[in-house]
């Protein structure tokens, strides 16, 4: 199930409320009840998915083993994935960003200033 959600995530992060407009996602409503057949190829057609991945969602979004998925649970699902993988990927990258800072600032050299007094050469801080 890991390797699904992991595609599920890579393509809610791309989709916002406004994205999913015009594609077999947003035609979904909130009272959709979708066969394991529909809702199969509604995902592959947002995800890159095998058959048996889509089935592997299936059963992962109809706990109650219904023989049904509720789109409207899905869609829900699917765009808080989407903001959550945004968030984490947001957040990562910031850290990322302070940590390589530190680092390069800590490859800097300092450069010595020459006490013109005495001749004497020391380092700044």
């Given at each position: 199930?890991e ?10 992060m ?18 959709s ?76 050299t ?16």
């Open positions: 199930h390797r699904v959600l992991e595609k599920l995530r890579k393509a809610a791309v989709f916002d409320r406004s994205s999913i407009a015009g594609t077999s996602l947003g035609e979904l409503s909130e009272s009840r979708l066969s394991y057949a529909e809702f199969g190829a509604m995902c592959r057609s947002v995800v890159p998915l095998t058959t048996r991945e889509a089935d592997a969602l299936c059963v992962m979004f109809d706990p109650q083993q219904a023989g049904f998925v509720d789109g409207g649970d899905f869609v829900r699902f699917f765009h808080k994935f989407g903001v959550d993988a945004r968030g984490d990927a947001a957040r990562f990258n910031a850290q990322h960003g302070a940590h390589r800072r530190l680092r390069d600032a800590s490859r800097q300092i450069p010595l200033i020459t006490d013109r007094r005495s001749g004497a050469s020391s380092s700044s801080s």
